[in-house]
């Protein structure tokens, strides 16, 4: 690494495991198939917590559905959620390397990622983690955009990105296999299948990938090592769901992927990695039950427990942690007063233990575990064309302290097709394992939470196969914690974005076009510790404007599409400018048999040299093919 933040070993995997991004880019509002497009009436659950129409959420809700998923033929989470709207994506070498989000201009940390409603969350960096989410287990995707923390607290400043994995859906027995290889060495297969009968459900997917990779850090990189970067990963999930009575369900979800990603490490005098020690393994699990329940008339109730665990491992430096975070959560929605009140209390407990967790017998950070209570509620009621909604919520994290957070959101739907929104909300992130707990002077007990306001407004048309949307955000994040001098995290900044956000999808006869953009000014400032000093300066790798545009055909037999995403110029987080950039995909799918389809997509189709991490390479062109079968 060219840099690192903390001292020893340690300092050197946390850099490791705080490289940031891919290369960004967005499509639609509902980054959907063309011919398959949510309409209004899709239900989504992130936004509120329970089960709502999309037309309902007041808030900035993107979808990315199923068939979008197989379409887009994306290698990971992180590739696929170029396709959403207001995010950015930048990734430190190809795949496998430990990537993250900007989300309306906030950074990882500030996104909260769930799978089934479970955090997915490394507390030592307050990382979600994405690329360690196998594609293959994903059903959808939802993203909202904005603050979130009056709904989900901690983290949930940039908005929230929650991942359903694979279910039953028809009665009856549906098997799914697909086989495909491709550039760099790449070669994918999965399995599965989806039963159901009675009220039982029960799914089962497995899939294993590998890929030679490319060599990613370029000669000027103090990481330089003149290899290719390879990656190899397996995947396993899993659901089982009874309904007991009318409005009586169980079920439970599992997802277990393990992989190893080539990464290139400094060369020291102190620390010369060897091919084999310069790697990192990881291994990612996330368990979840729940009980479905109607109590009453005009009460909906869930119970649900579940369980993350994230493990991974530098050899190179010793460093192995194993982190836990359960949670246990028990949400309400009663029809009240005219409209829906919505309660419910959460528990989450967090642990570290493992290899550089403690060193000689001793403990290296102050505490290895913590536990966040939390009450929150909220309000909803339409009067006439216009619905109004507040939500509340109250954090007491051990060691930390109380945040309080709230919500305010209104939506005037001027006719079926027209719809005006604004939102204003609270948000905080607590600092993490690492910036608290670490022995000082490395660690800082002092520190206090991460606090943002965001404001939102929106203008949609939606009509058929037709989305017409603009977005206008600003937000503003105080005490944002950053490294002093001499490397002790202190609250030393406040971060500010503004923006607009243009979505659009519109059919042409057989064709549909589908675009997104985003401008926006970011800027950090940052006071100086010791002398006072105020520096004002863009926030690293935020380009002012990004988007896409893609454009696709759907026959009796052929399904064919191109997109081009881009960024404009912007900054690394050493200073590093990093050129703006346009790159072409380009994907066709065949339809052999009513069951049999052959997919394949182009990747960087003019093979652009361009970064989106300084000093390391983005994968150049790349060809995948793949066989697939589908029982219909």
Known sequence: MSSFSRPAAHSQALAVASFTFLSSFTFLPQAS???????????????????????????????????????????????????????????????????????????????????????????????????????????????VRGPMSSLYGSGAIGGVVQVFTRRAGADGWRPYASVGGGSQGTARAQAGFGAAQSGTRFSLSASAERSSG????????????????????????????????EGWELGANLMFDRGRADIDFACTSFSCPSDAESVQEFRTSAITAYARTRPLTGWRSELRVGNTSIDYELPAFRFAPHTDARTIAWDNEV?????????????????????????????????????????FGGYERQFGEHTVRATARRDRIGTV??????????????????????????????????????????????????????????????????????????????????????????????????????DARHPLGRWALRASVTVQHTEGERVDPVDGLVEIS???????????????????????????????????TQGARMGGYAVLGLWAGYAITRDWEIFARLSNAFDRDFETTAGY?????????ELRYAMR
């Open 33 to 143: 198939h063309a011919q398959s497009a949510p309409a209004l009436e899709s239900v989504v659950v992130t936004a509120t917590r329970s089960e709502t129409t999309i037309d309902r959420a007041l808030a900035d809700v993107v979808v990315i559905d199923s068939q979008a998923i197989r379409d887009a033929g994306a290698a990971s989470l992180p590739e696929l959620l170029r396709s959403a709207g207001g995010i950015e994506i930048s990734q430190a070498g190809g795949r496998g390397t430990t990537s993250g989000l900007f989300l309306r201009g906030t950074k990882t940390s500030q996104t909260l990622i769930l799978v089934d409603g479970v955090r997915i969350e490394n507390p030592l960096s307050g990382s979600g983690m994405p690329e360690y989410l196998p594609l293959e287990a994903i059903e959808r995707i939802e993203i």
């Open 214 to 245: 490319f060599n990613a850090t370029r000669p000027s990189n103090p990481d330089y090592q003149p290899d290719r970067d390879g990656h190899r990963q397996r995947s396993l999930s899993a659901s089982l769901s009874q309904r007991i009575a």
């Open 335 to 375: 029809d009240a007063w005219g409209g829906q009140a919505r309660f419910g209390v959460e528990r989450l407990e967090e642990r570290i233990d493992g290899e550089g967790v403690t060193g000689g017998g001793f403990p290296i950070y102050a505490h290895e575990d913590r536990t966040t209570n939390s009450v």
């Open 401 to 502: 302290g109380s945040d309080t957070t709230g919500a305010l959101a209104w939506g005037w739907r001027l006719d079926p097709a027209w719809l005006v929104r604004a939102s204003y909300g609270t948000a905080f992130r607590a600092p993490t394992f690492d910036d608290l707990y670490y022995l000082p002077p490395f660690g800082n007990p002092a520190l206090r939470p991460e606090k943002s306001r965001g404001i939102d407004a929106a203008l949609e048309y939606h009509a058929a196969a037709t989305l017409l949307r603009a977005t206008a955000f600003a937000s503003r994040i105080e005490d944002a914690i950053e490294l002093d001098s001499a490397f002790t995290p202190r609250n030393l900044s406040t971060a500010r974005v503004r923006g607009l956000t243009l």
């Open 538 to 572: 863009p926030l690293s790798r935020r380009a002012p404007r990004y988007g896409s545009i893609g454009i696709e055909r759907h026959e009796e037999q052929w399904r064919v599409g191109a997109e081009a995403i881009g960024q404009s110029r912007r900054v690394d």
């Open 617 to 625: 390479r983005s994968p150049p062109r790349s060809l995948y093919v």
